[in-house]
Structures are given as C-alpha cells and as structure tokens.
C-alpha cells in the first residue's frame, strides 16, 4: 500500500518540478539517506560511501538530459558546488601553455594589437563595472563561475619574445658597410639556405595533404621570390623581398603564403638593393645544387618564377626604364613597330618580334661598359654622357645597360597579371571618360562640377560610376580632377586596384551606355561600339588570365584569340598602342601558354595580388612597432602569426573564391547579354553587339584590316 500511495504521488513530474510538501520532501530525503548509508557501508560519522554511492547512481542510471534538467534547478549545486570544481580549473587554464597560445593568437588575429587594445580586450572579455564601493572591476561570472583570463600583457611579450625566429641578418651591417652614417638604413633579411629547408619542413607537417608537386618530381619545392616597394619607410620610401611555394596552388595569391626575407628602408632600386639581390643570387645558384635532408625525406628547391611589376624587373634585368624605346623586357618592340596589326611573337625569326636571349644582353652590357669607361675620360656634362649611353643602346636595338643582376634566372620570369589587367581598365576607362567630355561640349564658363548640366554624358557618367557600376571612388576622383583642372591640362590620373577594375569589367556597358545620345552622330555611335568590344575582350583576358588551378589548354586557346582581338582593335580603331596593351595582346597569351605547360596552372600563379595584399600586412605590422628595430619587430610578427601558430592549430584559412569572379553573375545566369547589357525577354543579344557597326568590327578585327568608313574612327 506504501509503495502505491508513492507512485500516486511522485516526488516530482515528468518535467522535473516538486509535486509534494516540503515535510513530506524532508521525510524521502531522510530514507534515501539512511538506505544509501546501509547499502554502500556509510556511518552517521562518515557518509562519503553513501555521497559517493548516491552520486555514482545518478552517473550510470539516469540518462544526460534527466541529469541537466534536475541539477540545474538546484541552485546550491549551480551557484556551490560546481563554481569551486571549474574555478579551480580556470586557475590552471591560465597558467597553461593553452592559455599562452589562445592570447598569442588574439593578439596577432588579422594583424597585431598593439599595448593598449590588447589591455582593453582582455579587460572586456573578463571583466566588468563593480557596483562595490572600492572597486572599480570585478570579474565576469556565470553562474557564480569565473570567465577565463587572457595572459596579462607583460607575460604575453615575455612568451612572444621567447619564440625562436630563427636566423636574422642586418642590413646596416651586411649591405651597408662602406656608407657614410647617415646614408646607412635600417633593415633585416634572412638567408634562403636556411629559411627555405625549414619551410620546407613546415609545409610537409602542416599542409602536406594540399601541396601540389609538378612534372612527377615528389619534394621538390618551386619557389617564387620577388621585391617591391613597401608602404612606409624613411622618407615614404621602403623596400622588401617575399617568398613563396607554387606548390601551394591557389593559395599563392593570399598574403599569408607570402614570407619576407628582405626589409630594409630604402627605395627598390638602391645600391642596398642591388647587393641584396647579388647576394640572393649566390644563394640561389647554390640552393639548386644541393639537395636538402628534411624530415627524414630529400628535398629540392628551384627557382621557377620572379613576379615583379616592370619597373623592378627592369632593374632585376639591367635594363633601361619601361619609358624606353625597346619598352619591353620580354621582346624586341619597340615604339615605331609596336602597332603592326598582323606582328606575332616567337623564338623563331620568322616573327615580328622575338624575346631577348640571356647571351645578347651580356654582350650588350659590355659594349655599354666599355663606353663608360671611355667616356669617364673624356670633358662633358652627365647629362650629355648618359645620352650617348641611350643612345648606343637604342642604335643597337636593345635596352641592356648592365648584366642582370638576377643573372640567367631573369629568362625564367613571366610577365605578372595584375599590372597589366589595371593598367588596362584604367586606360580604357580614361578614353571613355575624355569621349564623355567632349561629347557634353562644356562651356568655358563651367569650371565646377556642379555646372555641368544633368543631362550631359560627363554628368551621366559620374552619376553611373557612384551609383550603378559602384565605383565611388572613381568617381570622387573624376569630380576633384575637373574642378581642379577643369578637364585641361593634366591629364586624369587614377590609380586602378583590384577592386576597381573588377567592378568596370563587370559593369563596362552601363558605363558606355551613360555616353549614348538620341542625337549621336554616326562617328559617335561607331565609337561607343568599339569602347564595348575592346572591354568586351579585355573582360574575357582578364577572366581567364586571373586563374590559378581551374584551367585547361583550350582556355589557353581562346585566350590568345581574345588577346589577339583586343590588340588588332586597338590598333585598327585607336590613336596609340601603348606598351599595356602590346604586351597583354602578345606576351601575356605566350606566357600563359608557357606556365601552363610547366605546371598545368594558370598565368595568375606568377600574379603579384598576394604579395600587394602581403605589403598591407606590413603596414598593419609596423603601426605596433618601435622606430628603432622596425623591421626586426616586423619580421618576428610575421612568422608568429603565419608560421609558429600555425603549426599549433591557430589559423584561419583565407577564402579566395569570390576574386576568381570577373564574368558578372547576371551574364552566366542568362539574364542579360554576353557583354553585360540588358537584354529583352525573348532577345538573345542587346542593341550594342546585334548593331551592324559591331559585325563590321567583327569582320576587320578577323582579316585585320579596316572594312569600315575611315570617317568613323
């Protein structure tokens, strides 16, 4: 009868709330306790087996959930009992090598702190306001449980400066041993036969699974090293050498596959520089001998690729400036034979033009070499002696002035795309921009922006930039260009990034079309037609060019016959070729052929996007530095962030998708023309590329030669 007045009146419900009275809850406690006590062998005097009976029976009889719903309605267990057992942790936590790792890792997320924001968020995610008097903070608990502490700053440094770097040289000392005092810099840089074995070793414990290898040649490693300017410095001016493995694919283009090995506060082409590269080359050579132990594997290094803007890869080549006659450092051009619309380039003589053999530059720098030294005897100002150099070199058709300083790793470097593709939006854009201008027929008594009339092309087109093709940048500048030289003068200047040029190629027609007029003359209307074909096909270059492993031979194939077309236009239908779009129509198609034969990716491989990218990570470095000792302060936040957390499990992968994109979602989805245009619901082409005019470009572009009326261009 008991046990059934029991089961009529449980202690609690199904939900886990008291049914009974308080006496009655008092009475059930007192005979759990004193059977307990005689099960598990416990006394009045000592009641640990019964606790420890009691508590082992809850563990295994009772599942997860029962258990979570009860004890969390017991605030002495919640607010008591469980705070001292996870406290207790919390303290051991904090003084963990865990512990350590978690605050070297927010402290170099996305960067470095710094002092004082680390201070403040180790503050914010465990502390806050204390209403006692006395105190100003207390620490954040739930559930009468502390949250846990981030390393206090000073023992974070003391943890940061611990970490083994590995070998550092100094500038000042190496390469700077015979400068007066003040022409000393400051700077840092590593040594490539220490520095690439052991990421080497890195590579092959952290990313082994995502290496790729090329021609059937297991460990061994293509490294990839190239310098440019960096954004601070003495003077603005800086300079610094990365890194990489093309080895790890598409993830080149992320700056944290870029690794400094030189920094120095100098500009890219100073005699620091050019001993830096001497020595880097002695190292290369030597590097490509040797074969490396490595974690119990033999590995190999060669140094494939040198991606550098042409200003530096100039200097890398012993060459003249790109202002040249010969402009290019891969071919023979030069500015009277750079705008054949049939030329081709090849080895072989049968082309136009042909790449520059490692042997004809040495001979041409020591004819040049030889003139100096006989010049240095004779009377006459540097300017009238460095024209006679210019000038022996444009007579001898070259543009060779000194032996490279890369030596023949200079005939492995392939033209870098990211240049090119920005230096041709922006070019483009310009002559779009000058058409608008001079279609809207200003009155000399505009001079400000906000004069010229609303329905004027210029007018449209800045209102297009800023609110349709999301160039607002581009279009403040367009504004604070004209008010400040009312479109005479200067010419426009702006530089194209990245982010630019993608959203002009994806919206190049909604660009062109802001320039269209009921009252277009046919030499207009022709002209708007031939903006649209060229970024049209520049539009198609661009997103084949910029692709790394998503990549076939027949993508190579059609990106020669998009080069080609973009070239025979501009040369059919504009002005001037200038050395960006010769070099895109031939070299970039010759190049990407090239790569892709060696490693089966794309010419984007040898892009410079990750090493711009790496240069801002610089920047962001630097602003946690001391003047003194930059570069070394620099150099240690690198590899701490990139490599030493790394290899502990602390890293966010980069996501590198979206900047594959240059083709607009509209266009592959079908809503709207090839080129971007929008097009009616049963249309299949828009007004631009179905217009007679577009076939007549079409048909010139194929035979490469005009078949329309010379009236029209």
């Known amino acids: 009868m008991a046990v059934l007045n029991r089961k009529n009146s449980p202690t609690s419900n199904t939900a886990g709330d008291t049914n009974i009275s308080k006496g009655t809850l008092s009475k059930r406690c007192s005979e759990t306790f004193k059977a307990a006590l005689r099960i598990h062998g416990g006394t009045v005097s000592n009641t640990v087996p019964a606790a420890a009976g009691l508590v082992e029976t809850l563990v295994v009889k009772f599942p997860q959930n029962s258990l979570v719903n009860t004890i969390s309605r017991k605030r002495k267990l919640c607010e008591k009992v469980f705070p001292q057992i996870y406290n207790k942790k919390v303290q051991e936590f904090e003084t963990s090598e865990q512990n350590q790792l978690r605050s070297i890792s927010v402290y170099f997320a996305k960067g470095v702190m710094g002092k004082r924001k680390y201070r403040s968020v180790c503050k914010t995610l465990s502390m806050k306001r204390s209403k006692k008097k006395g105190k100003k903070f207390e620490r954040l608990k739930i559930m009468s449980c502390k949250v846990s502490k981030l390393l206090p700053y000073e023992k974070l440094m003391a943890c940061v400066k611990s970490i083994d770097i590995g070998w550092i040289g100094n500038v000042r000392e190496d390469f700077c041993y015979d400068f007066d005092e003040e022409d000393k810099v400051e700077g840092c840089y590593r040594s490539l036969t220490q520095f690439l074995p052991f990421m080497a070793s890195f590579y092959l414990r952290v990313s082994q699974e995502n290496l790729l290898w090329f021609n059937n040649k297991i460990n061994t490693f293509h490294v990839v090293v190239g310098g440019d300017g960096a954004p601070f410095g003495k003077d603005e001016t800086a300079c610094s050498w990365l890194v990489s493995f093309l080895n790890r694919g598409r993830h080149i283009l992320s700056s944290n596959e870029n690794f400094l090995i030189f920094g120095a506060n100098c500009s890219e082409s100073s005699l620091v520089v050019q001993r830096y590269v001497k020595f880097l080359f002695s190292e290369m050579s030597d590097i490509e001998n040797k074969t490396f132990q490595v974690n119990g594997t033999e590995v190999k290094f060669t140094f494939s690729e040198f991606p550098n803007d042409l200003k530096m890869l100039a200097f890398l080549a012993g060459e003249l400036s790109v202002s040249a006659t010969y402009f290019s450092t891969f071919a023979n051009v030069n500015t009277g034979n750079c705008d054949v619309v049939s030329g081709t380039f090849g080895p072989g003589p049968t082309h136009t033009w042909q790449p520059w053999r490692y042997n004809q530059r040495v001979a041409m720098a020591k004819e040049v070499e030889k003139l100096k030294l006989k010049l240095e005897k004779q009377k006459g100002s540097k300017v009238s002696k460095r024209k006679k150099v210019t000038s022996l070199i444009s007579d001898k058709k070259s543009r060779q002035e000194f032996v490279p300083l890369l030596g023949q790793f200079v005939d492995r470097a392939h033209i870098e795309p990211l ?152 040369c059919l239908f504009t002005s001037s070729i200038s050395p960006t779009i010769w070099s895109i129509g031939h070299i970039i198609p010759a190049h990407a052929l090239e790569v892709f034969n060696k490693y089966q990716l794309g010419l984007n491989c040898v892009s410079m996007e990750g090493r711009e990218s790496k240069h801002m990570a610089i920047g962001r470095y630097s602003t946690n530095t001391n003047f003194s000792g930059r570069w070394g302060q620099i150099f240690s936040h690198e590899f701490v962030q990139l490599v030493w957390l790394r290899e502990r499990g602390f890293y966010e992968e980069e996501n590198l998708q979206h900047k594959q994109t240059y083709i607009p979602k509209r266009v592959t989805n079908g809503e709207s023309c090839f080129c971007g245009f929008e097009i009616g619901p049963q249309e299949q082409k828009c007004d631009y590329c179905s217009h007679k005019y577009m076939d007549q470009i079409e048909k010139s572009i194929k035979l490469g030669k005009l078949l329309v009326d010379k009236k029209l261009i």
């Not at 090119?420 to 000399?444: H, M, T, V």
Request: aromatic fraction near 10%; hydrophobic fraction near 40%.
């Open 419 to 570: 240049h090119p593709k920005n230096n041709a939006c922006q070019q483009l854009f310009r002559r779009i921009l000058y058409e608008s201008i001079g279609k809207s027929a200003l009155d000399k008594s505009v001079v400000h922006f906000d004069q010229v009339p609303s329905s004027a092309p210029f007018s449209r087109l800045v209102n297009c930039l800023q609110k349709t093709a999301k160039l607002p940048r581009l279009a403040k500048k367009v504004r604070r260009w004209f008010n400040e030289t009312n479109a005479s003068g200067s010419d426009f200047q702006y530089r194209f990034t990245g982010q630019d040029s993608r959203m002009f190629l994806h919206n190049f027609m909604l660009v062109i079309d802001s320039l269209k007029q009921p009252a277009d003359s046919e030499k207009q209307t022709f002209t708007l037609h031939v903006f649209a074909y060229i970024c049209l096909q520049l539009r198609q270059i661009v997103s084949i060019v910029c692709r790394v492993v998503s990549i076939r031979l027949q993508d190579i194939t059609q990106l020669k016959g998009y080069c080609s077309n973009l070239f025979r236009a501009c």
